[in-house]
């Protein structure tokens, strides 16, 4: 007998639903089509720019180089918006992963909680979305930012380090009313390194589950 049609939504975890969810998507289903185009949309961007500046700084593969700022290597990247495309793509990706951890939870309770499973899956976007994209701590008194966390999240934080753009390989240090308070919170990630990564968990070429 054959099995019942099924989506498979995590390759690596095995998290699958009955039926071919994405043929006609609705509801949850429909919002991960969205956060994945979009998703897409933004890696295709972020890697014009990597391999711009991968051209130019270690044509050959066999240098380590890391720059920030305004550098004549940077000259032609705007960085402005290569910036909110990581504000974009951290919300966009939490949202993303949270949502198949939610199902996944519904599904079967013994199941990580969403947010337990998005900082199993994407811990440096996710302390990036908390800390800077979906609002700056700097604007906020939460209890749980410290003033280093709150100053870094205003403070240009794009560098080119490990053939890729990345946020959070910059950490600060404060001190404040003889309180002294690091960013270390916020780690670093790429764009094009984390997008690689979803893509074998969630998007396997090939797998006849994959969204269409």
Not at 11 to 21: E, Y
Not at 33 to 54: E, F, P, Q, T
Not at 189 to 203: D, G, M, N, P
């Amino acid at each position: 007998m054959n099995n019942p049609e099924h989506t498979i939504l995590d390759c690596i975890d095995n998290i699958v639903v009955p039926g071919l969810v994405f043929e006609n998507p609705a509801n949850e289903y429909y919002a991960l089509v969205c956060l994945r185009d979009g998703m897409n949309l933004l890696y295709r961007n972020a890697k014009c720019c990597d391999d711009a500046i991968r051209s130019r700084v270690n044509p050959k593969g066999n240098l380590r180089y890391m720059g920030m700022g305004n550098l004549p290597e940077f000259q032609d990247i705007n960085r402005p918006l290569l910036t909110c495309f990581f504000h974009w793509y951290a919300i966009s990706a939490c949202n993303y992963v949270r949502t198949i951890g939610r199902i996944a939870y519904l599904n079967d309770n013994t199941c990580p909680k969403p947010q337990t499973y998005a900082r199993k899956i994407i811990p440096d976007v996710l302390a990036f979305r908390n800390k800077v994209a979906a609002h700056f701590a700097w604007t906020t008194k939460h209890k749980q930012d410290n003033d280093a966390e709150r100053m870094m999240s205003v403070l240009p934080q794009l560098t080119f380090n490990n053939d890729s753009f990345h946020v959070g390989s910059i950490s600060l240090s404060l001190k404040k009313d003889g309180k002294v308070s690091k960013s270390d919170t916020v780690t670093p990630w790429s764009i094009c390194k984390v997008h690689e990564k979803l893509q074998e968990r969630y998007w396997r070429k090939g797998e006849k589950e994959e969204i269409s």
